[in-house]
């Protein structure tokens, strides 16, 4: 098929579809969308989606693949609000594997989420075991550790200490905190916006675990310790030829519920 298809029994000639086009690549001609430059179009999808009546059908989101909404928003103001605050960061795994078709249905939601003119290009490793994780966090330990040794100036490696002693001395994993899975999010080098994607990526994870009654946490050590190219984490990691670690979540079953919201500092805004 062409890139983008009318279906002139359905259109009704509002112009939506071209007014919504980020790249304006839509036209109307004669009154009916027209693709004038399909070589620009970002196969954003939007088109598709705004068509009140589903008249148009387009390549890369194809009709077979839309869903309608019946309502909009889809949920109402209170729902919204207290679901988005209801999120927390966990940190209390119990020791129950998440069966690999609850990680494929918690990281679909992912590849929904925006990206840099609609780039996506992201890629995920899932690990599931024990010994792997536990090595990771061994490794990342060992970073810490030696920043701290050679008096680094880094904000974080100040509080660096405080996770070896824990693990060290306590033996408890302060990093990947006993998480049955890991979820890690690559993109290729080249990629300008990789990093910036997968944080949108894994904060729609993040929001959606809980539906599925899981737990999420962002590691951000874990990040911070792969930027630093350090090898013997790298080399646990495996990633593929060109990828480059963008982010990562631990995912597991919350051994806690929180039953309160708890609040945050004002809100800090000017309008100008």
Same mark, same amino acid.
């Given at each position: 098929?062409?890139?983008?298809?009318?279906?002139? #029994?359905? !259109?009704?000639? *509002? +112009?939506? &579809?071209?007014? $919504? %086009? /980020? =790249?304006?690549?839509?036209?109307?001609?004669?009154?009916?969308?027209?693709?004038?430059?399909? #070589?620009? !179009?970002?196969? *954003? +999808?939007? &088109?598709?989606? $705004? %068509? /009140? =009546?589903?008249?148009?059908?387009?390549?890369?989101?194809?009709?077979?693949?839309?869903?309608?909404?019946?309502?909009?928003?889809?949920?109402?103001?209170?729902?919204?609000?207290?679901?988005?605050?209801?999120?927390?960061?966990?940190?209390?795994?119990?020791?129950?594997?998440?069966?690999?078709?609850?990680?494929?249905?918690?990281?679909?939601?992912?590849?929904?989420?925006?990206?840099?003119?609609?780039?996506?290009?992201?890629?995920?490793?899932?690990?599931?075991?024990?010994?792997?994780?536990?090595?990771?966090?061994?490794?990342?330990?060992?970073?810490?550790?030696?920043?701290?040794?050679?008096?680094?100036?880094?904000?974080?490696?100040?509080?660096?200490?405080?996770?070896?002693?824990?693990?060290?001395?306590?033996?408890?994993?302060?990093?990947?905190?006993?998480?049955?899975?890991?979820?890690?999010?690559?993109?290729?080098?080249?990629?300008?916006?990789?990093?910036?994607?997968?944080?949108?990526?894994?904060?729609?994870?993040?929001?959606?675990?809980?539906?599925?009654?899981?737990?999420?946490?962002?590691?951000?050590?874990?990040?911070?310790?792969?930027?630093?190219?350090?090898?013997?984490?790298?080399?646990?990691?495996?990633?593929?030829?060109?990828?480059?670690?963008?982010?990562?979540?631990?995912?597991?079953?919350?051994?806690?519920?929180?039953?309160?919201?708890?609040?945050?500092?004002?809100?800090?805004?000017?309008?100008?």
């Amino acid at each position: 098929m062409e890139i983008f298809q009318v279906c002139h #029994e359905k !259109c009704i000639q *509002c +112009g939506a &579809c071209a007014n $919504v %086009c /980020p =790249r304006r690549v839509i036209e109307m001609d004669q009154g009916w969308p027209k693709c004038t430059e399909p #070589e620009f !179009c970002m196969a *954003c +999808g939007q &088109c598709v989606a $705004v %068509c /009140p =009546r589903g008249a148009l059908d387009h390549k890369y989101a194809p009709s077979q693949g839309q869903i309608p909404i019946d309502q909009f928003p889809p949920i109402d103001e209170p729902t919204a609000w207290r679901f988005l605050r209801s999120r927390r960061s966990i940190r209390s795994f119990k020791q129950t594997p998440v069966p690999k078709s609850e990680m494929l249905r918690l990281l679909d939601v992912a590849r929904f989420a925006p990206t840099a003119s609609n780039s996506q290009g992201l890629s995920y490793k899932i690990f599931d075991d024990t010994a792997i994780l536990q090595k990771m966090t061994a490794a990342i330990i060992d970073w810490m550790e030696e920043l701290v040794n050679q008096g680094s100036n880094d904000d974080w490696a100040k509080a660096y200490s405080h996770y070896v002693s824990a693990y060290r001395k306590k033996n408890k994993d302060v990093i990947l905190r006993d998480a049955p899975c890991l979820v890690l999010a690559t993109a290729p080098q080249s990629h300008s916006r990789g990093r910036d994607n997968t944080h949108f990526s894994l904060a729609y994870v993040e929001l959606y675990a809980p539906v599925l009654g899981l737990g999420t946490c962002y590691m951000g050590l874990l990040e911070a310790c792969a930027l630093a190219e350090y090898k013997p984490l790298l080399e646990l990691l495996n990633l593929s030829d060109g990828k480059v670690v963008t982010g990562a979540v631990i995912v597991g079953y919350p051994v806690y519920q929180f039953p309160r919201l708890v609040d945050r500092r004002p809100l800090d805004i000017s309008f100008v």
